[in-house]
C-alpha cells in the first residue's frame, strides 16, 4: 500500500455543492502540502500545513491537520467548475523532498 | 510566492535522442528538485539539484540516464538521455523559497515516439 492515501480517487459532484477529500499518511506529519493541478500542467499550491489541528482557508477551499498529524481533508465549499482539476496532497519526507498521494480527480457539472 | 518557468513546455521526441529541460526561478533559492509524473500517475522525486555540486538522485534514478545541472542560485537542467516511450512524462521542478514553501513549475510535458 501506499505511504500517502487519498480518498476518493475520484469525484463528481453538481455546482454549488459542498464536498471533501481526504488524505491520510502511515506515518506522522511534519508539513503536509495541498496542490492542485490541471490535466498536463504544473502544480498550483494551495496550502500548507504544519502543526497538529491546523486549519486554513482560502477563498472556498479549507484544509484541515489531524491532531495526531497523520490525517488531512481538503473540504471545496459550494463547488465551481473553476474548482475542476486534480487535488494532490504531499507529505514532506526531508527538507524539501515530497512524497505524494495519487490524487483526487474532481469534476464539477454546472 | 516563487515564480518558476520550465523550457519545453511541451515536446514530442524521437526515441533514442536526448533533451534538456530548463527551469528558472523569479529569486534564488537553495532547494532545486525534480520530478517525474508518468501518464495518470503521481509525481515521484527524480532528484535534488544541488548548486556547486552533484545532484542527489532518488533510488531508481541515475545520472547517466537524468544528467542535472545547477550553475547558480536560480536556473537548473534537467536532460533526459537515450529517451525510450517510457520516458514519457512531465517533468516538474519545484523549489523550497525562503519561507519553507514548495513551489512548482509549470510542467514540460515530453511524448516519446
Known amino acids: 500500500s501506499q505511504e500517502l492515501e487519498q480518498s476518493p480517487q475520484s469525484l463528481i459532484v453538481q455546482e454549488g455543492k459542498n464536498l471533501t477529500i481526504n488524505c491520510t499518511s502511515s506515518k506522522t506529519l511534519y508539513g503536509l502540502y495541498w496542490y492542485k493541478q490541471k490535466y498536463g500542467e504544473g502544480l498550483i499550491f494551495l496550502m500548507m500545513?504544519?502543526?497538529?489541528?491546523e486549519e486554513k482557508s482560502h477563498e472556498k477551499i479549507t484544509a484541515k491537520l489531524d491532531e495526531k498529524k497523520q490525517q488531512s481533508s481538503l473540504h471545496i465549499t459550494a463547488s465551481q467548475p473553476s474548482h475542476a482539476g486534480i487535488y494532490l496532497c504531499g507529505a514532506v519526507r526531508n527538507t524539501g523532498k515530497l512524497i505524494f498521494g495519487q490524487g483526487t480527480t474532481l469534476q464539477v457539472k454546472p | 510566492s516563487a515564480v518558476i518557468s520550465q523550457k519545453p513546455s511541451r515536446d514530442i521526441c524521437q526515441r533514442g535522442t536526448s533533451l534538456t529541460i530548463q527551469c528558472q526561478v523569479d529569486s534564488q533559492v537553495t532547494m532545486m528538485f525534480w520530478y517525474r509524473q508518468q501518464p495518470g500517475q503521481s509525481l515521484t522525486l527524480i532528484a535534488t539539484?544541488?548548486?556547486?555540486?552533484?545532484?542527489?538522485?532518488e533510488s531508481g534514478f541515475v545520472i547517466d540516464k537524468f544528467p542535472i545541472s545547477r550553475p547558480n542560485l536560480t536556473f537548473s537542467t534537467l536532460t533526459v538521455s537515450n529517451m525510450s516511450p517510457e520516458d514519457s512524462s512531465i517533468y516538474l521542478c519545484s523549489v523550497e523559497n525562503s519561507g519553507n514553501t514548495i513551489y512548482f513549475g509549470e510542467g514540460s510535458w515530453l511524448t516519446v515516439v
Open positions: 539539484a544541488n548548486q556547486g555540486s552533484e545532484a542527489t538522485y
Open positions: 500545513l504544519q502543526k497538529g489541528g
